[in-house]
């Protein structure tokens, strides 16, 4: 017999009590016993904590959970159970110093857990009353409910039969063609969020926003939203145990099937809350590498999105709790898969090590892509930005391209370029790039840098802003985090605001234009598409410097980095050197100017 629970500051007498209950034998068909009814209410008052047992068809305790003075851990076990058929195991717990009246939360547990019945007896100065409650069934609706039963006396309780309370709804469950719809059916979804009050950080309210957004976006139904203000975070908890209590009653009372963090929570927190909430946790992490599992479509992006999960996954394989058998799919199951992972850590440690030399060739074939590009003359173009400011949108505006564009996050993943062709006729290639977002998880931008960087690397970067959004700041200070992060030169930024038929007054947006040149536009209508076509224009032709070179022979990477970054319009070998002319991006100038053929200097430059 396992006993679950709060059962910290416990005398061992008492433990020891209620370990000799696993001794008291309940005979079939009997419901239970007056012995164990009466030593049930006697350590009751002895914990004044609710304390339940779970009872199988031969009258054997199964397992014990302690709870508070108003709640116990319902849900802390998981039973094996068809979908045409009961747990096999009752439910029967006091109440201390009140009725025995079944709470929301009894009765949402009976139906998760599929129980042959729920009990609870009310416990004041001795036995006090007892209300119990079966499942129903309704094959037509293919729907659960319940049937309750009470006050009963003592006398009542002991006459009550097992059998007979459960025959029927057995009879319809067998009967029926009922099939576990896990799958099918949304996950319910509570988001938590905590605010400590960091000025500097988004508000709590407008993150959970963003994350009931991303839980849309992943499949799951929102059902609830909880913040909690606290100074620091509760190394065990996350949100400290009196708010674990809190989560417990509503998770269990509104049936909810998955409870989300905003920020991200350590192996040991996401453990103990799954024991303790008896559902599965995740945080924000987790949910937006399910989210890019689901959304990765090449090869590439697959790669690249299982080696984030695999990083994500390997410190968190030791216990999850209720989850750690998750076969019944949902959020954070798509991907590699856990109970794969589960079997051999070692083997995990061996894929992540093969998947990142796979990633590896990835950023070696996209430099080989990168170095035809350039030599084509060609200059590249990358949008960058807060996820759904409409990127693709505008992709497809400017090339007429159908990428996949929705009022969605991450509708898109995996970058796609196209070319367009300017007002002055000359012809410019336009990528796409994954969208960007607060708390981006570290071992996704590590796993998209191959991605990436072949774009960010481009002579310019459109970063595209939503400006109906009001948090447009905020957003635009996320990205460029992140893009500092990658090692991009943020010189090259034209702010284009999107979705200003949206927006009524455009005075806020005058701050960036000390940052780079802006851009206001409609992707959606098309408005001032063609004003940002001359921006692009006029940007890249003052971003782009016409020089004349002479290399020394033995400066190979000079001469390499002409080639792979500008555009050579002419290469002739003199004795004194290699010489060439053409066009170079003017931030990578100055690794060209003492080599000038106009130098001051006269001749090459000495290291």
Known sequence: MTIYGNIEGVKKQILQEIENLEDLITPPPMVVTAELVEKRVNLTEKLQKELAIYIDRKGRIQYVAVGSSRSVSLEAMSFRRGANALSGLRCIHTHPNSSGQLSQVDLASLEKLKLDLMMAIGVSNGYLDTYFAILDYNPIENVYGYQAFGPLSLGQLLGLKIDDIIAPIEKKLSGSHLHSNNDAKPESALLVGVDFQDKFAWPVEESLKELEELTLTAGAVPA????????????????????VEDLALYVQGNRIDIVIFDDELSPSQQRNLELLLGVK??????????????????????????????????????????????????IGTRGPGETKLEQDRRRIRQRISDLEKEVAQVKNHRVLIKQKRHK?????????????????????QLTGSEVLAEDMLFATLDPTTRKIILPNKSEVLLTDTVGFIQKLPHNLIAAFKATLEESLHAELLLLMVDGSHSLWDKQIETVEKVLSSLGVDTSRLVYVINKIDKVTDLTPFQCLQGKGAVAYISASEGYGLDNLLLLIEATIINRRQSIEILVPYNKGDIVNLFHIEGKVYEEAYLPEGIKLRGEIPIQLLHQFECYLIDHSAGGPCDE
């Open 224 to 243: 609830g939203q909880v913040i909690q203000k606290r100074q620091k975070k509760d190394p065990k908890t996350y949100i400290g145990m009196g708010k």
């Open 281 to 330: 946790v995740i945080d924000r992490t987790g949910l937006i590498l399910d989210i890019f599992a689901q959304r990765a479509i090449s090869r590439e992006g697959k790669l690249q999105v299982e080696l984030a999960q695999l990083k994500y996954l390997l410190p968190r394989l030791i216990g999850f709790g209720q989850s750690m058998s998750r076969l019944g799919g949902g």
């Open 376 to 396: 084509s003359g060609i200059p590249q173009v990358a949008i960058v930005g807060y996820t759904n400011a409409g990127k693709s949108t505008l992709l497809n």
